[in-house]
């Protein structure tokens, strides 16, 4: 029996910012690292977490008839075809919303606890019930947001909801940063977004088409595609997560030649 | 403040700043009303308590006054802003000394009382 399993909620207020991109590949990053990992989906609204990792075809059941006794956890866990360390327990038919309690998914996550190192927690946008049932089942969690003021804002929204429900940590992932935005300064930079939100930064993603392309194939980029981006993103956090000293990339390093010499000397600070 | 060499030649060109540092500002603003469970409606009725209570000592730019919440590293402050009228040779004007007000016009320096 595990108990020091780790229980992270994945949640960000505004919707599309990239939680459930995250909790897959954070899910198939710690997989890799010999970790046993158990992807849960909250969003019983709308999933999609089956479909990112791939594994949509193979669902049977789901967290609904675990509740309901109809099946036993092991049954309804679908585990991944490559990482076999990473099992998804798929969320169920959205009339689930109309019982589901907060102590029904405390009930899923503790039988979760006994068999892994870390639950991830997919959560629904918004600050309503669906997020505030998976909020009672978890100790810590993930913030994702965007370098976009209506995403921190939101971000804020949840920051406080969490604090006074005695969540910590609370760790900062700045997801779709653009390099050449930020340094253009047409874009909120890192440091905006940390001071603002007073959260430590657990770490950033640069925005990657290869997101998409990962997603239409149903293989999170760090299965495959290790070198892209994003991939080198999802996996230095995934490391953090497990306590290495992993530096930031610098976005500001991420452009380079001529144009971003230019913008650098432009964002001399003068005073 | 930062102010960058971007800054400066965007003010020398007369164009608009960058839209980061426009971002960053409406956020705070906008984040420190959110984490107050203040109401504009009550905001605005303490301001012009406030107001009300500060004329009575000095004369003051009631249009001009403002209350607003500040915010930095979830810390929220309630920040008056009161422009104080001055007469023509700077000094600040007192209301007459109702209440044995001494005369005692300090110098001017600086109309903003930021508490
Ligand atoms: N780093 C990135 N670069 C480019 N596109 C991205 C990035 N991260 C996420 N996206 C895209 O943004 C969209 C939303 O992502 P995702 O579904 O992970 O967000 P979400 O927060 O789970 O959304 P919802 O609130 O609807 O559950 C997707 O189309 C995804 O491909
Ligand atoms: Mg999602």
Same mark, same amino acid.
């Given at each position: 029996m595990e108990t020091d399993t780790r229980v992270i909620l994945i949640c960000s !207020?505004?919707? !599309?910012?990239g939680k459930t991109t995250l909790t897959a590949n954070l899910g198939i990053s710690l997989a890799r690292q010999g970790l046993t990992t158990a992807v849960l989906d909250?969003?019983? !609204?709308l999933r999609n977490l089956d479909l990112l990792l791939g594994l949509e075809n193979r669902i049977v059941y789901t967290a609904q008839e675990v509740l309901e006794e109809e099946c036993r956890l092991d049954q309804a866990l679908v585990k991944h075809k490559q990482e076999s360390n990473l099992s998804l327990l798929p969320a169920g038919n959205p009339r689930m919303l109309d019982w589901l309690k907060p102590d029904d998914m405390k009930r899923i996550v503790d039988m979760l606890k006994k068999q892994f190192n870390y639950v991830l927690i997919d959560c629904p946008a918004g600050v309503e019930d669906g997020f505030k049932n998976a909020m009672a089942a978890s100790k810590e969690a993930i913030i994702v947001t965007n370098p976009e003021v209506s995403a921190v804002r939101d971000a804020d929204r949840v920051i406080g909801l969490l604090n006074t429900n005695a969540i910590k940590p609370v760790q900062l992932v700045l997801n779709r940063v653009r390099p050449k935005m930020m340094a253009n300064q047409e874009m909120l930079s890192i440091n905006d977004v940390t001071d603002i939100l007073a959260l430590p930064l657990l770490g950033l993603v640069l925005e990657d088409e290869q997101v998409i392309v990962s997603t239409n194939r149903g293989e999170p980029l760090t299965l495959n595609s290790v070198n892209s981006p994003a991939a080198k993103c999802y996996l230095n956090i995934a490391k953090r997560l497990q306590g290495e000293d992993i530096p930031l990339i610098d976005p500001a390093e991420e452009s380079t030649g001529l144009g971003a010499k230019f913008r650098r000397l432009m964002q001399t600070k003068i005073f | 403040m930062e102010i960058t060499l971007r800054d400066i030649i965007n003010k020398l060109l007369r164009r608009q700043p960058a839209s980061a540092s426009t971002a960053r500002e409406r956020l705070q603003l906008v984040l420190a009303h959110d984490r107050s469970d203040l109401s504009t409606e009550l905001l605005d009725q303490m301001r012009r308590e406030i107001l009300e209570v500060v004329a009575k000592y000095v004369e003051i730019d009631v249009e001009e006054g403002a209350v607003s919440l500040e915010t930095e590293d979830r810390m929220t402050a309630l920040v008056a802003n009161l422009p104080i009228k001055r007469t023509m040779n700077g000094q600040i004007k007192l209301k007459e000394p109702k209440n044995k007000l001494e005369e005692n016009p300090q110098e001017a320096e600086g109309t903003d009382q930021n508490s």
């Open positions: !207020g505004k919707g !599309g910012v909250a969003d019983f !609204g | -």
